[in-house]
């Protein structure tokens, strides 16, 4: 397997684009990511597109090679990944495997969603398609009721309170406020978190991420070819991984953990040859505050059930022990589904790389990327060094 | 690169089955495949799901870690492939490259759509989003009229009739009726063709494939670890390539050719070492009639533009010079439209075994099949040998 570089990332601003079509907004994400590459399409040997529902929330399916036309790189292999809110991890996984393995030596990796074209209620319902229709959606559990579920579990088991929960979205907040591209950038305070509106007791809107139009790109190439398009500064992945889980919630024996994020932490540090206490950032998978404290638990950050605690005290905040989503994560940046797994590693790049202005952080030599789809069905995992 | 085998097929019948889910297909259709290798599902390394539009056709989106989940192998990494009717043909292609890499050992490639759940209205229009929705969808040009202007520029300019569609629609009836998982069992004779209901002049309902439910899957594995799973008769893969095209057919400059297809062709045609005329027989993306003699020329089996006359002679019929379509073929076989592409495969093998039944061709060594996404945005195409 060869070493592989990301040699340019794109992105687009995340928000409500109502003007905005979703190939055009792909496309905008790929034109940035080539550009910052320094290359054109013509390089490009094939193209991975992350995207969750777009033909449900727009019509227009057959994504690929549609977004490929106007990116300016039709005639190569063009597809579309979809693992719910993992699609655009699950792009990224596939792109670096053939990269990694030869298959070819230049591939886009773009994310892309556009669902601000429908209302809350079908957006609800499209985003429930992510879970158990037959089980979980017949009985009215879209994803909100899922996380509070593992919420109050969470809480009973380990003494989580709402406060630690607040903790994380006022955390993500304040870093999300700090960037340009982020949805939603206001600060809020604890007390106001926690007299949040509720959508599904214990979580409020200040627990749930954002519905969000937006697309990501990347350019991966051979590490040992990338001198060839960047004289400097890009990004090695140590470790790519993508793992799965049974779909529905009442299938798992513990919902305070999921699975394909462990095994997948598990081979990623394997493959990197690290532990968790070696890496320096994260970017992971907010779809609900509850889903961040998970994830630190599940990735090693801390043990299991301290999660919120280790929030609460500051420890994931920019300065801490392990700071997470200093982006804002999909809490305050916003989570256009597809798009999520790809601007995870923009923004850990421009971590990386030492350009993420007023929101960088000290130590920036490995950052990891955690991507999860559903309420746990699909997790990628990706390490990243700066080179 | 390692040489790739095909060790187990599975397929469900196809046709309209309102009380079977789309997830319950699949997980047949892999347990089938599974039963053919001879293995169990703890063997799979990674399953590549090919699935046109299930969250459009039953609200189930994630259906990769779901089917998994129903088939016994979650944990491993589970995608599903988007490239419209070209989607099980780019799981395939996803899958081959993973075994073909080293990067797994064991892979199960599906595919499966759901189509009957919905209303005619319902599944054309999202069908539609296969092709350009801003432009062609607008226009109000859904699939059938798409192939029907290609039927109309390919009369106007090769002189190609009404009845060189029907000869095709004639024999893939013929074929399928004698296929026992077909959809549509019937023989038609021309004068019945010739009299169709008009869908989108000059195509009539004889010249469209159908709407249908369905499921295939195969197991592949390294051909050096052929031995361990099956004493005997198995399927190598020559060739898998997969190519593109713009989306909107007025992006074309010529539309009685996909360049997709012509370009994969000519790729896979030299990664096999072999020519057309080497080919035995060929399962080829009948979506309409005129797609299957487009594709007959843009294969090489015939000159460009003799594609009516050639089917008209019987030269693709069983006997002919190259049988193609001895399925049935989308027209009769069905349509399902994530399974085609899977399914191709499956009835490949079957005749690369000897194993057709009384639809055995008499020279079945090497087989091709050619998938087709939208109209020529998407193709792969792919050479088995009988081993």
Chains 1, 2 share one sequence.
């Not at 013509?42 to 106007?70: C, D, K, R, W």
Request: hydrophobic content about 45%; some cysteine.
């Amino acid at each position: 397997m060869r070493q592989v570089a990301l040699i340019g990332i794109g992105k687009t601003a995340f928000g409500a684009f109502g003007d905005r079509s979703l190939p055009s907004l792909a496309a905008e994400a790929v034109g940035l990511a080539l550009s910052d590459a320094g290359i054109g399409p013509s390089s490009v040997e094939a193209f991975y597109l992350g995207n969750f529902a777009g033909p449900s929330f727009t019509g227009q399916n057959h994504l690929a090679p549609y977004i490929a036309g106007m990116a300016g790189f039709a005639g190569i292999p063009c597809t579309r990944f979809e693992n719910a809110c993992a699609s655009g991890g699950s792009a990224f996984f596939h792109g670096w495997q053939s990269v990694a393995a030869g298959l070819c030596d230049c591939a886009v990796v773009a994310g892309v969603e556009k669902m601000t074209s429908r209302n809350t209620a079908q957006v609800t319902e499209i985003l429930a398609g992510a879970g158990d229709m037959a089980g979980e959606g017949q009985a009215g559990a879209t994803f909100p009721a899922l996380f509070a579920m593992i919420a109050r579990r969470h809480m009973f088991e380990f003494g989580t309170k709402r406060e630690h929960l607040a903790a994380v979205a006022v955390k993500n907040h304040a870093n999300g406020a700090r960037n340009p591209l982020a949805h939603m950038r206001k600060t809020i305070t604890l007390e106001q978190a926690l007299a949040g509106k509720l959508v599904a007791e214990p979580l409020t809107v200040y627990d749930c991420s954002l519905i969000s139009d937006g697309a990501a790109a990347v350019v991966i190439v051979p590490v040992s070819h990338a001198p060839r398009y960047r004289s400097s500064k890009f990004a090695r992945v140590l470790a790519a991984v993508q793992s799965s889980d049974t779909v529905p919630l009442d299938s798992k024996p513990d919902i305070t953990t999921f699975s394909a994020v462990t095994r997948a932490a598990n081979q990623a540090y394997a493959q990197a040859g690290i532990g968790p206490r070696d890496v320096h950032l994260a970017e992971v998978h907010d779809c609900f505050t509850i889903a961040e404290i998970v994830a630190s638990e599940d990735l090693g950050f801390t043990p299991k059930g301290d999660g919120g605690p280790f929030a609460a005290a500051g420890c994931t905040a920019m300065g801490g022990v392990i700071p997470i989503n200093t982006s804002g994560g999909l809490k305050s940046k916003g989570h256009p589904v597809g798009a999520t797994g790809v601007g995870q590693l923009c923004d850990l790049v421009q971590q990386l790389r030492g350009e993420a202005g007023d929101r960088q952080v000290a130590k920036h030599q490995i950052g990891l990327a955690q991507n999860l789809g559903g309420s746990g069905g699909t997790c990628v995992i990706t390490i990243l060094e700066a080179a």
